[in-house]
């Protein structure tokens, strides 16, 4: 089969441009038919995806164009893209389901691009592509945090949209600098890794070929979520609307993770990013109190588990990583997606509240006697409960769910490495993973309020003794929050699959690029896992008192935040500064001049004369140009 | 653990009358807190069930030095938990912040 | 040949014009669009020219040979910005005819007669080969340009006085220049010249001379720190003249520039004593990064985008100064990018200002995005582009001028493109987030309707909107052909 023969068939037509294409004509369709579009155009680009030939060894290019001197890859096919491809196609169908009642159609044509860009991404075989589509789901997903249209929701979306225009133009720089020093607009693994040591000669003796890779790294790096470069993602995941954030979980931060796999396997300083990255998610997690903020730590964590498996770099550890990001997309939509349901019939978004609205009078030695738990607006029903469970015990690594079949997978690979303190941390990780996600949030918003309510702490608004019958809302005439029936089939759908991979492992170990030589259903995973989850769960059960603290967390994004406005005013103040004191002294020369002409005494500029930087007097704009003159002219003869 | 009263109100009508304690899992009917009940079977469950593995299997558990202790992985998880709880009770109190209002919800 | 008859078509609409006051916009437009062909027929002639070997096409008027007499060269840099310029002036003057009434009242013939002068200067730069008859040129130009900009707000007149004292300051700097060089040379002919400054560059007298030079076109070419006269011109005035005038009166400045840098002096004689390039470059960066931020700070548009204008310049410049095919090629393609983005802009601000009656940023609110829908997604297109985001050609440009820095190994420049990027992406998104998004709080859309100008003002921008995709899409043909200007 030749190339020629490939790219002139439609099966060769790329997901992404599918899907972008398909965004165009969301405007003109009815508000159900928009969410059924999507997912009928990712069925779509699936079958076509999955209709191509793809070879293990080596990649399969199904579409090439050349730009210039450069040959072009803008479709490639083999085994790794194809997974991301796969899972993110996923997604979007099931998120579109979960979006199914929504009316908004500027977010629904951002999920589109958004979803396009990111299938783009990790089908790409050269540079330019990558960076076209990496910029789209910049963008475009920007568009699903301004969707929120909350007060806050223009600052926070801004601070993403620079952050990520940031780390695009990091990649940029580094494609750049690949171009220039390879001739070559290919994606190429750096096998060699970068050598720290020698870093300083080489930045002398080859400074493209140095600043490449290492820019590269940093623009990844920034989609990555890599500490200290993630505070972004808590600040837009917890912000986003309800429905983008689903997608956001799954898309750039996992294309970046193919991106990584594909540039840096094996690179030595991506272990301690991981690991520490796995510590920061985990602690942090653990301190937030907002739902999808603890998710989005969570988030974090995980990635720290994908990128310390790049590091390690064998074909296990790679393996890994890519299945890790497969499995972990498919649970942390669904905890999205409950997440959202949860805030539906809570009423908010965060698991504890001060009941009284004086925050100010909590001084910091209180205990948490004067603590109130603030009962969710409506209890939420126990059919939630399984299918958030579903995903808490998946990502904790619970056997017979998805989150099994891989984090193990990523633990051996340290192991045979010999990384054994790496290995420990992690799984102490995955302890706080559970203990955030499977235990914090469940106890705060099912276990704790039935208690409070069953014990006679009971709020006015609901007036259920018993809250088993809330198993049906329609029975309970108080409860008028309710999902519609899409949420629930797109949870069930997302809980459905993960219990899917879990219990067959061996549909995705298929799909992986190096062939599998590990099962999870061995003795030794299994009963570490269920050992050090159930320790786990005794300690929580001995603190979960203190663990609960409302406010807000404090990360690095502080810096930025806060420190924005002084930079702001050290930049242009001192800029003002500098020009006035010019245009001042210029214009009292000018008005001294004037007033000796006319032979008048004077007093100086006019007050009608100040100093304006964007519009400098005519005086101080000649004085200007005669400077730059005298300036220039007096270097030359010096 | 004792809860001072909240401002709720006090139905009468709720069964029992006035010596509630809250966060008794024993004391009431079973079935009204079986939420609490199960969790901690499946946990207890989960945690022998691992040891019996353990235990049984004992030839494949050769891998790490660690592995010569004895239910390593349960008091492993236990204790690193309790002092990952006990780091995050501590920097709660440095990194956690007022609400300013509006952020979240 | 047709060399002249740009020249002379020009002149017919002055004269024409002030007999008939109707026909006065569509005799501009038909001038300048019948120039603009005609340099598209240059553009071929010269290409074909270029490929069987022939030298430019040189002219002398009068039939004096060169170089006693005065001549007219066209070669490819002249064609390509022959293109550029008229060509985006015609579209703009077209679109002044849904404008007229609420500026000009009862001038119309002065007004478009001034507009012709303005172009014949311009052209008239472009074309000469001689630098005397550039500065000849270059006063007709302005001059005109300052009487264009003087009408307007009630604080255009004193704008334009501005900027007429400061752009006579500059022309007369240049003309100082030109006379040391012809004490120096004996001759005002620039291939001449060409041939003699090798043997000179060291003197003294040659160095104040091409600082006198710099400095003098830096001025009317905006270069940092000589800005001074153009946020005020470019915001008072009314919007017929700052949809003409900002898109290509600094573009003719800078080709001057590469004219007299790169052409007459050439690399080595401009670096002869000291590193003359490299200096302009970083004044053009730092230019680049000011423009950026205080476009950022800005409340009215206009003025916004006059300061976006000081920093695009600065990316042309630059690419000039880097001295290599790449970013050459970059800069030319930016001067065509960054013509038809700040045409469309000035357009689509005229459209808002003619609708809206303020062009007041705080203002904006997403009822634009029902009242003016054509604007706006004209707006959005040309947005991106600036910003440099694929597929739009203003990131092709600025791809090739950052190629062009890591070629000459600067990298802080490198660095410079992409934060202005970054910064550009501040402001323009923060006007699309005003009229796309709904504020919290609002259940509907604002109430309005559609209140969009008439097709005959939304048609030239958009076509020029989209002629940026095509560019985008298109640029690698165009961008090769650039490469070759390069003087060697």
Redesign the interface.
Known sequence: MTMDSMATSLVSLPPSVLLAGGALLIPLLPRYFRAAWMILLSILGLAFLWSLPVLQASEFCVVSATYGNYSLMPYVSDPLGRLFATIFLLVLITGSLYAWSLDDRGESIGTMLYGAGAVGVVLAGDYLTLFVFWELMAIASTWLIWSRREVGSTAVGVRYLIYHLLGGGFLLMGILFQIHSTGSIQLQPFTEGISWGTLGQDLVSNPSGTLGPLFLLLGVAVNAAVVPLHAWLPDAYAKASWTGSVFMSALTTKSAIYVMIRLFPGLDILLVAGLVMAVFGTIYGLLSNNVRQILSYSIIAQLGYMIAAVGVGSEMALNGAAAHAFSHILYKSLLFMCAGAMAVYAGRATLVEWTDSQDDSMDRGASSHTQQWKQPDHPLPWGLFALYMIGALSISGVPLLSGFISKPMILESLGKAHHEAGLLILIAASIGTFLHTGLKIPYAMWIKPRLDSASGLVDVASQNHDVDDQASPETDATLTHKLPLSQWLAMSLGAGLCLLFGLAPDLLYGWLPYPVKFSPFEAYPISESLMTLSGGFFAFVLLRKWLYRPGRVLDLDWIYQKGGEPLRKVVVDTSWAVFGAVDIVVQRMASSMTQWFRGEKGTGPTPAQRFNLAQPSIESAIAWIVGTMLVIGLALFL | MSRSQSTGQFETGQSGTGQHRAGQSGMKPPWRHWFVVVPVVFALLGGAAGVIIEVVYLADYASHWWNEIPVFYLLFGLISAVLTLAVVILLQRVLLRKHHGGSEA | MFVVSYISISLLIVLAGVRFKESAQPLATFGAGVTAVLSLVGWIVVKANTEAGFPAIRYGFGGWAPPIGIEFVLDGLSAFFLMVVNGVAAVVLWHSAGNLDKHLDAHPPTFYALASLFLLGLNGMILTGDLFNLYVFLEISSLSSYALIAIGSRQAPLAA??YL??GT??GT?YLIGVGFMYAMTGTLNMIDMMAIIPLIAEE?AV??AL??MI?GI??KAALF??Y??L??SYTQTNSISSALIAPIGTKVAAYVMIRVLLFVFGASGLNA??P?SE?IAYLAGAGIL?GS??AI??KNLK?MLA?SSVSQIGYILMGVALMNPLAFAGALFHVLNHAIMKATLFMVSSHLERQEESVDIRDFNDSYRVKYPWTMATFTLAAISMIG???MAGFFSK?ML??GT??A?H?VL??VI??S??LN??YF??IL?KV?????GQKEASQASMNEVSWGMRLPALILALALLGFGFFN?PL??ILQTLFPV
Do not use: H, N
Request: a negative charge; proline letters at 8%.
């Open positions: 006085f501005r004292i400061l300051v500059g700097l003294p160095l104040v600082l006198l400095v830096g001025v720190p000589l001074g006269w946020p005020e004593v000291w003359l200096v000011f931020i205080m700070l800005q003025r300061f985001l694929p597929p791809w950052a190629l890591i070629e190994d990298w490198l660095g992409l934060t990027s970054l992406a501040v998104f923060g987030e796309y998004l709904r504020r919290s690698v961008l090769d």
